[in-house]
Every structure is written in C-alpha cells, then in structure tokens.
C-alpha cells in the first residue's frame, strides 16, 4: 500500500545524534549538472559540472550543543530522515555554513557538504 504521506516531521542525525530540526530542509544528491552550450547558429550541446551534495536548514540550539565544537565537524555522516519514508544520507561531511544563531527562536543555520549523497527509497 503506498505512502500518502508527503512532508511533515523529520529527523537529522550528525553520526547517529539526533538534533532539533526546524522548518524546511534542502538536500542534493550530488547528480552531474547539465548547462547548453548555445553558439549563434544553435545548440550545440552541453557541458557537465559535479555538484556538491549537501543537506541545509535550521536547527534549534540547545544548552548543551558547543557551537565551536560543532561548526568544527567533519568527516561525519549525517542522515535526513523525511516523513515519506525516505532517507537522504551523506558521507563524509563536513560543516559549510557559517555558524550564525538567531536568538528570537534559536535558530541555527546548518548546512553540511560531503564528498557523497545517496537517497534510500522508503
């Protein structure tokens, strides 16, 4: 019976820790980009870039998150667990945002790179 559930609660993991994940998260897989290679006559193809699989949003700061100690990480895997079932994992990841806090809600702005993205079908 298929899943009808699309979007709603979700869970990101840092190797296995369990943070307070808030509001919307974007993911990529790391898929190879396509942009046209356009001459004055027509199309003439494309070129193909990498791109960075990344997991980015907002997590909620607590008492006992080190945010030096956390903006420092890397080599970790980190999992994003979506309500539909499915898993995004990312491998060796490293911690690419900025490290800034937002105090009205306690906002942190998160965003991992990793040298590897893979979507686990619910």
């Known amino acids: 019976m ?11 993991k840092v190797s296995g820790t369990q943070y307070d994940a808030k509001g919307n998260f974007t993911y990529n897989i790391g898929s190879p980009k396509r942009d046209a290679i356009v001459g004055a006559d027509r199309v003439h193809g494309y070129k193909e870039l990498p791109q960075v699989p990344y997991i980015e949003g907002e997590i909620t700061d607590a008492s006992d998150l080190d945010l030096a100690a956390f903006t420092q990480l890397k080599d970790e895997t980190i999992t994003l667990e979506l309500a539909n079932g499915k898993v995004f994992i990312l491998r060796d990841a490293w911690y690419a945002a900025e490290g800034n806090v937002q105090t009205e809600e306690a906002n942190i702005q998160v965003r991992f790179e990793g040298m590897s993205g893979e979507e686990v079908p619910a």
Request: net charge positive.
């Open 2 to 12: 298929p899943n009808n559930r699309r979007s709603g609660t979700l869970f990101v």
